[in-house]
């Protein structure tokens, strides 16, 4: 039996460009690549200032829509 860990946000991010990586359809505003790493980190590290670290569990309670992301 194979055992495999799905990846993370950050794997499936690869690029770290100015590509769109998020367009919203309704307004046409868009996220790049790098901007969306960017905000990655530093949503990791107020995480990590919190006390969560790897492999725990965090739920998300927030609206469906952009800011989501």
Known sequence: MTVTTP???RQ?????DDHAA???PESGA???Y???QRALDRAAGRLAALGVREGDRVALVAA???ALV
Do not use: D
């Not at 499936?12 to 770290?16: A, N, P």
């Open 64 to 66: 469906n829509g952009p």
């Open 34 to 36: 790098a901007a969306l």
């Open 22 to 24: 998020l367009v919203v």
């Open 7 to 9: 990846p993370t946000l």
């Open 12 to 16: 499936l991010v690869t690029r770290s």
């Open 30 to 32: 868009s996220l790049s």
